[in-house]
């Protein structure tokens, strides 16, 4: 390329002799057989501290490509199997079609020293690396995969930034003289709590067995002042079912946390971080080795492919980092759901293995049904689906209120009304909405004031026009899309109300026409935002009614669910978050002082709200932020609203705070709403970055949601229920296509797509 000077490093130091680093020595030697690689290890050749190692058939299938010898001398020593047992409570369920392979790691790190030596890579054993700034002198590139403590990204945490988090079970590696026949996942409730064990065979007569537990079990269990040895024995003794009364093994094994490693970059000029080094996922979805192995093809190949180190080390950050990012949410997902494990362990046995099949939300009632029809179609009749139902397509009650399906459109600003008035726009949105198939359809944000407004485009209903305004909406859906509920979400802006519309500057104040702002404390959401006043107890009355009325404005212009929002940092959110509330009187302080005026609120609304009809809680289960809101504050606040008789909550988080740091990813919020419902047994409504019809079915069949709340999906395609039920084939009495749409309940024809090619493919 003009004007790119090439760059292609003859020197090569590797930090540490894993698997990662291995195979990144002998693909880069075999791509250029001039180069010099040396390699440093510091333990014996011989020297493991694992068992067995998982690899995908994705992994598997790039190994094939890269480098056919590693390929066939791993095909040699594999144990390959199909099921996967859960076990819990005497009772086991088996889903099939998996597909694993696994080695023993040291015969893994045999064959990749085999082929190390062969091409000519030195490998330096029982030594330690020069510093890395000698090496980053004396070599054109530096790999470090030195591990999840590597002492190189330590050395350079100023320009890695690295972040550690550790978590809250223990877990010991250990190893047992014969083959499990499946993935065996066991659970045991013992006097101390709950413990479970992870085994797999890594050979005809060998298999690893990690038993684990929350660090408060390890403690009581009293293996915090047990050796190794005592250690395995009492292992050995718990899951001694499992393990057909045979003993379990050490190897150096020490009870350990889980700490997952994120960088903010991965390299620092001719330095690279490779695997745990640069990343670390939990071992309960098998990818440390598999992350590694896939880090060392594409470091291979943007070496290969760009003209300067520089552009290559970048390219291979682009290339992996949203890889390992979506592996990194959906370990974490696993990793809580077993420290979470307590929460279900009382759900039905086929639910409770679904439950654990789909906890990382990368296996999901799709593929499951693919892997294993017999298992998923029991798991259905189990909870309920008549016979090819979906289960996003079932029925659900909320007093007097039946729902056709599970899907509701969630709550969506449309800053879109004039003085507070929906007009036709509203008609044309929530209409088009209601016609496409969901269960509920909720409309945005009501404001109960002026002065409740977010933007002047708002929507509200504190007057009759507006009431009558609303009426021809809800009149339009009950007429000509039947089965369909509307509900109306009742709110106040609180400090962050008199903004612009979200597309001239969201949370922006406005640059004239401002109205004061009232709040639970006098704090402005951002620095240039205006300053609320602090309610007084006069003005905190005329709120309650202002609610009141505006549900009963509701109730007569036809609504079938009131929400009350409660969440997202506005006016009764802004009360119950120790971050924005800093009053002093009866409503501040305490959480139970926090929760008295949104509870207040509550009770005026259910006063004058229909008997019949449900009523229903938004909360941001988090603040996202140190010092806010927590799960267990969340568990709280729900359990006193149940208390004061709502029909369920919707558990959404965050947007209390400006300096938030939330954790996005697919279905992201939902662990929050898994809890409440198990913990407090209410129904719940998740939300949350649930895109697809596969995820609702997962999350409902699993047990963690009773609703499933979309928004931008139903942006982006205002009839996705219909064509969920399309894709599906379902055509049944939980979803209703309107007679003129009746020709588009048909999937279009599409044309073929082909297929990536590998990611590197080397001649034999």
Same mark, same amino acid.
């Given at each position: ?29 075999? #791509? ?124 350079? !945490? ?77 292992? %050995? ?71 300067? #180190?520089?552009?290559?080390?970048? %390219? ?39 439950? #654990? ?6 296996? &999901? ?57 929906? @007009? ?35 929507? @509200? ?32 802006? @609180? ?45 905190? &009355? ?84 140190? /010092? ?11 359990? %006193? ?39 407090? /047994?209410?129904?719940?409504? %998740? ?36 064509? !969920? ?34 990611? #590197?493919?080397?001649?034999?």
């Amino acid at each position: 390329m003009e004007g790119t000077v090439t760059m292609n490093p003859l020197r090569v130091a590797v930090i540490g002799g894993g698997p990662g680093g291995l195979y990144a020595a002998a693909l880069l030697k075999r #791509l250029d057989p001039s180069r010099e690689i040396t390699l440093w290890e510091r333990n014996a050749p011989d020297d493991t501290f694992g068992f067995g190692v998982v690899l995908s058939d994705e992994t598997l299938g790039g190994i094939e490509h890269a480098d056919p010898v590693v390929y066939e001398a791993l095909q040699k020593h594999f144990t390959r199997w199909d099921d996967i047992d859960i076990v819990h409570r005497n009772t086991r369920q088996t889903s099939g079609g998996h597909g694993f392979a696994a080695l023993g790691r040291k015969r893994l790190l045999e064959i990749l020293h085999e082929r190390c030596r062969s091409l000519g890579v030195e490998l330096r054993f029982r030594s330690e690396a020069p510093y890395p700034a000698w090496l980053t002198e004396a070599y054109d590139l530096v790999i470090a995969a030195d591990g999840v403590n590597s002492t190189t990204r330590e050395a350079y !945490a100023h320009v890695f930034r690295p972040h550690v988090a550790t978590h809250h079970c223990r877990y010991i590696w250990l190893a047992a003289d014969f083959a499990f026949d499946a993935f065996r996942f066991e659970i045991a409730e013992t006097e101390h709590g709950v413990m479970q064990l992870h085994g797999y065979p890594y050979a005809p007569d060998a298999s690893t067995v990690i038993v684990e537990m929350h660090e408060d079990v390890w403690r009581s269990a009293g293996f915090e002042e047990l050796d190794e040895t005592e250690s395995v024995e009492r292992c %050995a003794k718990i899951f001694a079912e499992a393990l057909h009364g045979r003993p379990l093994r050490s190897n150096k094994s020490a009870w350990t946390t889980f700490r997952t490693v994120v960088n903010q970059r991965w390299s620092h000029g001719n330095v690279v971080l490779l695997g745990d080094a640069a990343h670390t996922a939990h071992f309960s979805i098998g990818s440390g080795t598999k992350l590694a192995v896939e880090d060392a093809l594409a470091l291979a190949a943007c070496l290969e492919e760009q003209p300067s #180190l520089d552009k290559a080390l970048a %390219a291979y950050e682009e290339e992996r980092r949203p890889v390992v990012a979506s592996t990194q949410r959906a370990a974490r997902a696993s990793l809580e759901w077993f420290e979470n494990l307590g929460l279900h362990l009382d759900q039905p046995p086929r639910q409770f293995a679904f439950n #654990l099949l789909t906890r990382s939300r990368r296996v &999901t009632h799709d593929n499951l049904r693919l892997r294993d029809a017999r298992f998923t179609g029991a798991v259905e009749r189990e909870f309920g689906c008549p016979p090819g139902t979906p289960p996003m397509f079932t029925p659900f009650r909320l007093r007097g209120l039946t729902l056709r399906n599970r899907v509701v459109v969630s709550p969506m600003d449309m800053y879109s009304a004039t003085e507070g008035v929906p @007009g036709d726009f509203h008609l044309v949105h929530l209409g088009a909405r209601a016609l496409g198939g969901a269960g509920l359809v909720m409309t945005e944000m009501v404001c109960v004031s002026p002065d409740g407004r977010i933007t002047p485009g708002c929507a @509200g209903l504190y007057t009759g026009r507006q009431g009558e305004s609303w009426k021809r909406i809800t009149d339009f859906v009950h007429a000509q899309s039947p089965g369909t509920a509307i509900g109306v979400q009742l709110g106040h802006s @609180g400090r962050k109300g008199s903004t612009k519309l979200m597309w001239e500057g969201m949370d922006e104040p406005l640059e004239d026409g401002n109205w004061p702002l009232t709040a639970a404390s006098s704090l402005p959401y951002k620095p240039d935002s205006q300053t609320p006043r602090e309610l007084t107890r006069a003005q905190l &009355t005329d709120i309650r009614e202002q609610f009141a009325a505006a549900a009963w404005r509701a109730a007569r212009a036809g609504f079938d669910l009131l929400e009350l929002h409660c969440a997202h940092g506005y006016l009764l959110s802004g009360f119950l978050s120790p971050l924005t509330n800093r009053r002093t009187d009866a409503y501040g302080g305490s959480l139970e002082k926090r929760l008295r005026f949104p509870l207040e609120v509550f009770d005026a609304v259910r006063g004058v709200w229909p008997e019949e009809k449900p009523m229903t809680v938004r909360i941001s289960a988090t603040d996202w932020t140190e /010092g806010g809101t927590t799960a267990e504050d969340a568990v709280e606040i729900a359990r %006193a609203f149940v208390a004061h008789g709502v029909d369920a909550i919707d558990v959404s988080t965050g947007q209390v705070v400006a300096e938030e740091r939330p954790e996005f990813g697919r279905s992201y919020q939902t662990p929050y709403a898994d809890r409440i419902r198990h913990t407090v /047994g209410v129904p719940v409504i %998740a939300v949350g970055a649930i895109s697809s019809w596969d995820d609702v079915n997962s999350l409902i069949l699993a047990g963690r949601t009773d609703l499933c709340a979309l928004a931008r999906p139903h942006l982006y395609d205002p009839h996705w229920t219909l064509h !969920a039920a399309a894709e599906q084939d379902y055509a049944g009495p939980g979803v209703a296509w309107p007679a003129p749409y009746g020709a588009g309940s048909r999937r279009p024809q599409t044309g073929r797509t082909d297929a990536p090619k590998p990611r #590197l493919t080397l001649g034999t």
